[in-house]
């Protein structure tokens, strides 16, 4: 449930148990409230494996959130970014227009397993 926005660009890919959050839930103590901000990330957005996104981050387009990492702030485009927090570590080289393949190695694997049934036949 988004509380005070998220945006999502186009062709933006979410890997399993990530987490996008635009609210904390919680006030971490009496003297700071809840925390609510909007969270923007682009298009051609990568988010792997276990990503968690904090309120008020802002990921731009085309930069890849390795498995794990915890984005709070700004991330800027077409970078990988790696960690807690989640830090810039290489540029990308990616064009407009540019869409990263989905599972490509899935029909590769779904062959070979075809492949060794067929072979262990009697
Ligand atoms: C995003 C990803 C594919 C990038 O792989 P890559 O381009 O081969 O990246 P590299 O291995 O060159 O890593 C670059 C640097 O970041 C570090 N790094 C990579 N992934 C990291 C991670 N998850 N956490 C911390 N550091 C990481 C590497 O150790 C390396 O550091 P170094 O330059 O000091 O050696 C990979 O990090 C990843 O997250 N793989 C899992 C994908 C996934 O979750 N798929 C399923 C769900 S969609």
């Known amino acids: 449930m988004a509380y005070s926005g998220i945006e999502i660009g186009d062709d933006t890919m979410i890997g399993e148990f990530s987490a996008i959050y635009d609210c904390n839930h919680h006030a971490v103590d009496e003297e700071h409230p809840t925390k609510y901000a909007p969270v923007r990330i682009g298009t051609n957005v990568w988010l792997a494996r276990n990503v968690t996104v904090l309120p008020g981050s802002t990921i731009g387009d085309h930069t890849v959130v390795a498995a794990g990492s915890v984005v709070q702030g700004e991330l800027p485009p077409r970078v990988l970014a790696v ?40």
């Open 83 to 122: 960690g807690n927090p989640a830090r810039p570590v290489k540029d990308l080289q990616v064009s407009d227009g540019w869409e990263r393949q989905g599972r490509p190695g899935r029909i590769a694997r779904s062959q070979s397993m075809m492949s060794t049934t067929k072979e262990s036949r009697p």
